[in-house]
């Protein structure tokens, strides 16, 4: 990375911080609703490498083949005053500069960042989030910020919601700034807190699948903001100030007094808070072998009552189960995206493979299968 940033701006970089992607174990769109979830970070990254300059310029370029190819390579260059106005991919990076100097009114001299990144975009497991935390602590450390991992979770938050348009909460920002290698962060986002819980996956000879429908999602002009309201609907009627206020055991007394599809809305937000919590204390208890059905009862509930899941994915989770995973679900924001899949890690390349094949048999495009590992959160990446 130190040679292609030279190649593109003529001189070494400062440093190199990078930070995750994320998938999440359940606890699906419970984030905006007061709601409990249970992600961790993958082994799948976004590095960004920083030179500070002594103008007001910024200069950003990738060279991430896989991650941005569709809006081609080039520099892009804005000042820290038009940093608000970028688009693209770059947007998630400049979209910082924005936010910390509007909400903050911090910031420093201007730079040239190289991003490289294999996660993969579109697919559920944050890329945005990523390239979003890695500038992050990449300014915090250069422009000598101290800012708060929950305070970047915030900012990380305004960038999407404000620069890119999506209304989304903070599950995202929350995992790729606070995973740790091997656990799983337990968010609870009533009393804000983050609880590191082991995973043990690796101990117990487990491994997560992440099955890549290929069927692109977009939150800033699909379905979340139409559910985002139907779930604010459903709070506003319960009056309640978020769907956490309300107990497993009280989802029907609601039935009749709403309409039939905000009521399901209602009942995965309880019903995926409570899967999340019992997930975590399984974990907690040394059983992850015992997650799998409740991962997949959560599948079930994101298709049917959620419904945002895609043809695509449903096979996906269907076919997993049927040929060994010990449980399947959409993972992410939904409307297209990945599924995951817990299974045996000696099953796993058999399992992927059977997956594909099941899928196209489905009617559908095959989906690229790849194994993920609990790794370390942003940060600044050792010196080789
Ligand atoms: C997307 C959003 C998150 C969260 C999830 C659903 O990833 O960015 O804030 O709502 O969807 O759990």
Do not use: K
């Amino acid at each position: 990375m130190r040679e292609a940033f030279a190649t593109a701006f003529g001189a070494e970089p400062d440093g190199i911080w990078s930070a995750p992607g994320r998938v999440n174990l359940i606890g699906e769109h419970t984030d905006y609703n007061g709601g409990l979830a249970l992600p961790f970070g993958i082994d799948r990254r976004t590095r960004v490498a920083v030179r500070l300059r002594d103008d007001d310029v910024v200069r950003v370029a990738t060279d991430s083949a896989q991650a941005h190819a569709d809006e081609g390579g080039g520099i892009v260059t804005a000042t820290l005053a038009t940093a608000g106005e970028a688009t693209g991919w770059s947007r998630y990076l400049l979209g910082v500069v924005h936010v910390l100097r509007r909400e903050l009114g911090i910031g420093g001299t201007g730079f040239d960042a190289l991003v490289w990144s294999d996660v993969p975009v579109g697919v559920g497991v944050s890329s945005s989030a990523a390239l979003e935390s890695a500038a992050l602590v990449a300014l915090d450390e250069l422009w000598q910020l101290g800012i708060e991992r929950t305070e970047m979770v915030r900012l990380g938050q305004l960038v999407e919601n404000e620069v890119v348009g999506a209304p989304t909460g903070t599950l995202d920002q929350s995992a790729v700034l606070l995973a740790q290698r091997d656990h799983a962060v337990l968010l609870d986002f009533r009393a804000e807190t983050a609880e590191q819980v082991p995973l043990g996956f690796e101990a117990a000879g487990l491994e997560i699948l992440v099955i890549d429908s290929l069927v692109r999602h977009d939150h800033a002009t699909g379905g979340y903001g139409d559910r985002r309201r139907e779930c604010e609907e459903a709070a506003r009627i319960a009056g309640v100030t978020t769907l956490r206020e309300i107990a497993v055991d009280e989802i029907e007394s609601w039935a009749d007094r709403m309409p039939p599809h905000v009521h399901r809305r209602l009942r995965h937000i309880v019903t995926d808070t409570d899967r999340a919590a019992r997930v975590a204390a399984l974990v907690r208890e040394g059983r992850p072998r015992d997650i799998g059905p409740i991962l997949t009862d959560g599948h079930v509930s994101q298709r049917d009552d959620f419904e945002d899941s895609v043809p695509a994915i449903d096979a996906a989770v269907d076919a997993a189960v049927t040929v060994g995973a010990l449980g399947a679900r959409l993972t992410g924001g939904g409307f297209g995206g990945a599924a995951i899949a817990l299974v045996d890690a000696s099953e796993s390349a058999r399992i992927g493979a059977a997956v594909a094949d099941a899928v196209v048999a489905a009617g559908h495009a095959r989906p690229v299968v790849f194994a993920v590992q609990a790794s370390q959160g942003a940060r600044r990446d050792p010196e080789a």
